[in-house]
């Protein structure tokens, strides 16, 4: 009995491993195209011709990052771009 347990232990150890490496990819995605061009914007004086563009898939991310619970850290500024919740 102690055989399986162990193999199923290191088979949901290596599910683990594989599900936090795509959050990892997915969180990291939506910070380089999503989350630093905008404060980059909004540290230089927020002008309307160098607003950023956010990608398409930007609303379906963060849901996705808000359903799986890896949302970005909020700050007092983004209490408005809360996840519904």
């Known amino acids: 009995m102690s055989t399986f347990r162990q193999i199923s232990q290191a088979g949901t150890s290596h599910v683990r491993a594989a599900w936090l490496r795509w959050q990892s990819r997915v969180s990291g995605l939506y910070y380089r195209r999503v989350t630093e061009p905008v ?8 002008l309307p011709e160098f607003r950023p563009q956010l990608p398409w898939w930007q609303p379906l991310v963060w849901r996705y990052l808000c359903l799986t619970g890896w949302r970005p ?3 007092s500024r983004a209490s408005r771009w809360d996840c519904g919740q």
């Open 39 to 46: 404060q980059l914007w909004l540290a230089v004086a927020r």
């Open 73 to 75: 850290h909020r700050s």
